[in-house]
């Protein structure tokens, strides 16, 4: 083999490492041991999953920034206290029923990954659920309760594409980061 076929199968093999080994964790957590045996049985079916059932190759970016990370994991927690009371005071709000809408948010700097990572997001916080997503206009459709008018629908949206930026911040690819930079940059040089 070349040098340059052994760097591409290295790098292959570097890329597809975290998955497997998520994987295999994966099989001992859902079997409640942490053996030897329960790591080598969930190596033979990660490597059987990867090699059967082959998924379209994801890349990631190599980045996470720790900060960044951290602040987006203390804000989904407040996020899902601050939901599930807000569900709670609507479902017994004797006074209205709450209202529901199905909003579009199209996203801005989503690739596959980070499109997965909203999705997900927006439907662990409670009053949203992520009913549709189409990749190709990198579109999320969400199922919101709480949506009185147009400014509720509106601030719905907003709210998704909040979570957008906190994730590209945290875990985008550096073109998206310098991307979303811009962005926030020309926007504060577009106010009065």
């Known amino acids: 083999m070349s040098p340059v076929t052994n760097r591409a199968l290295w790098r292959g093999v570097a890329l597809r490492l975290p998955f497997l080994l998520w994987l295999i964790v994966l099989w001992m957590m859902l079997w409640g041991q942490f053996t030897v045996l329960s790591a080598l049985t969930g190596i033979a079916v990660a490597l059987f999953v990867t090699r059967v059932f082959r998924l379209p190759t ?8 720790l900060w960044w990370a951290a602040l987006l994991a203390v ?16 479902v017994l709000d004797p006074r209205r029923p709450p209202g529901a809408a199905i909003i579009a948010v199209p996203l801005r700097y989503a690739d596959d990954l980070v499109m997965t990572h909203v999705a997900v997001t927006s439907s662990l916080i409670p009053g949203s659920l992520v009913v549709e997503a189409e990749r190709d206009s990198r579109t999320l459709y969400l199922h919101v309760i709480g949506v009185r008018s147009l400014e509720d629908v509106e601030r ?4 998704v594409l909040r979570w957008e930026r906190r994730i590209v911040r945290a875990l985008g690819s550096p073109a998206q980061a310098a991307q979303l930079r811009a962005d926030e940059r020309a926007e504060r040089e577009a106010r009065p």
């Not at 890349?59 to 920034?65: A, H, V």
């Not at 719905?156 to 709210?159: F, K, S």
């Open 58 to 65: 994801i890349e990631l970016s190599g980045r996470i920034n």
């Open 75 to 90: 804000q989904f927690l407040a996020a899902v206290v601050h939901g599930s009371l807000s569900v709670a005071w609507q």
């Open 156 to 159: 719905q949206r907003a709210g």
